[in-house]
């Protein structure tokens, strides 16, 4: 038996690790690729995996993909999400779900543009990827390129117009109900505000190509119903101007106390906006929660920056990427939409009413 690894920079081989185990070159072949249809004991499992970390065993990859018909390779589309700091959790549970399976994950980004995302599709098929984990930044309708059909295919953080698709998103409509459940639980039945509808003719953020986001219409949503279940109903909408950012939600509150509204709650679009309410609360010696409560959604790192802590319903990036990525994985194709469920940080935002 080989007492050392063959030295130099040539690749180990099975032959090589057959040696080292004690074993024949076919179980190693066996248990390098994962069968478990062979009739090997834990203990030949064990002294295989053993000598190849001893040997610093690779695969040959090319010749596992000429065998198998599969590459190890998983690619994630998206339009910003890897490029920017506010979804890319998505990528890190995608990442981790596959790296369990020993597969790679190819990252790459189009800013939105359809012809830089087909060139790198092309690019990405040339090198015999075995699916692709198309994302959005924001959860959005989405229409798949065509050149996706020629590949096993989830949808992250986005649907598609048809009903032909897998597609992982976070359940907006249940958080906009959870947020409506804990201001009635505090003692709220009237008063409550919607802060964060876009103006007329605004579909979503100039930085992203106005999109139109589902979460504004399916927070709503979830709010409406929840109260409604309880009879009770929204004081009111206040609009922000252009965008879902926090002077926005500034300008959006302050233009609602100065027309006399007298909140009891404010439910905002998200955490940004939320930021931009306390600043106009704060400068009308609005006390929170004492005078108004507020909630936002997301769970950004700004709801534990805010004074006090801001409640919010969080998007649980990293467990969509990880749920994308198993059911890319998986033997199950139906079309289907699955909710993944948004988090409730509990703040010191909310209170019981005393106006």
């Given at each position: 038996m080989?007492?050392?690894?063959?030295?130099?920079t040539r690749r180990v081989t099975l032959s090589q690790v057959a040696e080292r185990a004690g074993v024949s070159r076919s179980a190693v072949s066996f248990v390098m690729n994962g069968r478990t249809d062979q009739r090997l004991s834990a203990d030949v499992f064990e002294r295989v995996r053993r000598a190849a970390e001893e040997l610093g065993y690779r695969p040959n990859q090319t010749a596992k993909t000429l065998r198998t018909?599969?590459?190890?390779?998983?690619?994630?589309?998206?339009?910003?999400?890897?490029?920017?700091?506010?979804?890319?959790?998505?990528?890190?549970?995608?990442?981790?779900?596959?790296?369990?399976?020993?597969?790679?994950l190819f990252t790459v980004d189009t800013e939105g543009d359809p012809q830089v995302e087909e060139r790198l599709l092309h690019s990405l098929f040339g090198r015999d990827i075995d699916g692709v984990i198309y994302t959005s930044m924001f959860t959005r309708i989405v229409d798949p390129p065509p050149l996706l059909a020629a590949t096993r295919t989830v949808l992250l953080n986005c649907r598609a117009r048809g009903e032909d698709d897998v597609a992982v998103v976070p359940d907006e409509v249940e958080a906009g109900r959870e947020a409506a459940r804990l201001l009635v639980a505090a003692g709220h039945t009237d008063g409550i505000w919607f802060v964060g509808d876009l103006p007329p003719g605004r579909r979503g953020g100039l930085l992203w190509n106005e999109w139109g986001p589902l979460a504004l219409p399916e927070r709503l949503e979830g709010i409406e119903r929840e109260l409604a279940s309880s009879g009770l109903s929204l004081a009111g909408h206040a609009a922000v101007d252009d965008d879902w950012d926090a002077p926005n939600g500034q300008r959006a509150v302050e233009r609602l106390l100065e027309d006399g509204a007298r909140p009891s709650a404010l439910i905002c679009v998200n955490d940004?906006?939320?930021?931009?309410?306390?600043?106009?609360?704060?400068?009308?010696?609005?006390?929170?929660?004492?005078?108004?409560?507020?909630?936002?959604?997301?769970?950004?790192?700004?709801?534990?920056?805010?004074?006090?802590?801001?409640?919010?319903?969080?998007?649980?990036?990293?467990?969509?990427?990880?749920?994308?990525?198993?059911?890319?994985?998986?033997?199950?194709?139906?079309?289907?939409?699955?909710?993944v469920r948004m988090p409730v940080h509990l703040g010191a935002s909310v209170g019981s009413p005393t106006r």
């Open positions: 080989t007492d050392s690894p063959p030295s130099g018909g599969r590459s190890g390779t998983i690619a994630l589309v998206s339009d910003f999400v890897s490029s920017t700091s506010y979804a890319n959790a998505m990528v890190r549970g995608a990442m981790r779900a596959l790296r369990e399976r020993d597969i790679l940004a906006v939320a930021a931009g309410a306390y600043r106009a609360l704060h400068a009308a010696e609005w006390r929170i929660p004492d005078d108004v409560s507020v909630i936002g959604f997301d769970g950004s790192p700004l709801a534990g920056m805010l004074e006090p802590s801001l409640t919010s319903i969080s998007l649980p990036h990293e467990d969509l990427g990880r749920r994308a990525a198993t059911l890319l994985l998986s033997d199950d194709a139906t079309p289907r939409v699955e909710r």
